[in-house]
């Protein structure tokens, strides 16, 4: 079956360390998002893209890095540079950005915990 | 600044009964409208959307409303039943092809429902 695997479930990380969330798909999609969501906050963009090697900044992109190498794949890095990085993590894609009348596939999301 | 604003952060309503939630933009580039629903833990699965071009969509118990003049959308559940409990996000987004930069769904914050037997 098609899907978004995002992996692991939960993740905990002691302060000060740099931590690498997965998110692979295999619905041959050409866009990738990556949200977080927070109690009361919604779901907020941290990073897109649109295709392969190409990447933007979301609305909180401070703190948080991407890359884009395989049209599967679009990890996300949390780095010690983000300041309260204990959220849940959504990965999504979509078929492609000029047929956006398909919304995005979700993944099951990533807790993560900083500790 | 908010685009997509969801008022009701929680709605209860009795099993069997109808559920509304709604849904309110201020971007007049908004085009296409999208319902996800979401259980704890997991990621928002897709629900129902509408275009601008209707007022009315409908897929089984699930009907959604938009009246642009007001800028504003429903999302209709009847009848309710508590599998429906969780948090419904309404989305939106601009045209494809409006050159925004590209295409990108802004959620509102969400509306938490509780289906009561």
């Known amino acids: 079956d098609g899907g978004i695997t995002q992996s692991p479930k939960y993740l905990f990380r002691k302060e000060g360390q740099n931590v690498t969330l997965s998110c692979e798909q295999n619905l041959n999609h050409d866009a990738m998002y990556w949200y977080r969501q927070d109690p009361g906050q919604g779901l907020r963009l941290i990073y897109y893209?649109?295709?392969?090697?190409?990447?933007q900044k979301g609305d909180i992109a401070e703190g948080y890095s991407v890359s884009r190498e395989k049209k599967e794949s679009f990890p996300l890095t949390v780095t010690s540079a983000q300041k309260n990085p204990t959220a849940f993590y959504l990965c999504?894609?979509?078929?492609?950005?000029?047929?956006?009348?398909?919304?995005?596939?979700f993944g099951s999301g990533t807790r993560l915990t900083v500790v | 600044d908010q685009q997509v604003k969801q008022n009701s952060p929680s709605l209860s309503v009795q099993e069997g009964r109808i559920s509304i939630l709604n849904c309110d933009y201020t971007n007049s580039m908004f085009d296409y409208f999208l319902w996800y629903k979401k259980y704890p833990a997991e990621g928002p699965t897709f629900l129902i959307s509408?275009?601008?071009?209707?007022d009315k969509n409908e897929d089984g118990r699930f009907t959604v409303f938009l009246n642009k003049s007001a800028k504003h959308l429903s999302l209709h559940i009847v009848p309710s039943q508590p599998g429906d409990s969780a948090v419904y996000f309404c989305?939106?987004?601009?045209?494809?092809?409006?050159?925004?930069?590209?295409?990108?769904?802004?959620f509102g914050k969400g509306t938490k429902l509780s289906v009561i037997p």
């Open positions: 893209s649109q295709i392969v090697n190409d990447f």
């Open positions: 999504a894609s979509m078929e492609g950005w000029d047929r956006g009348l398909l919304g995005y596939t």
């Open positions: 989305a939106a987004s601009p045209p494809a092809y409006s050159g925004a930069g590209s295409y990108q769904l802004t």
């Open positions: 509408i275009s601008s071009i209707k």
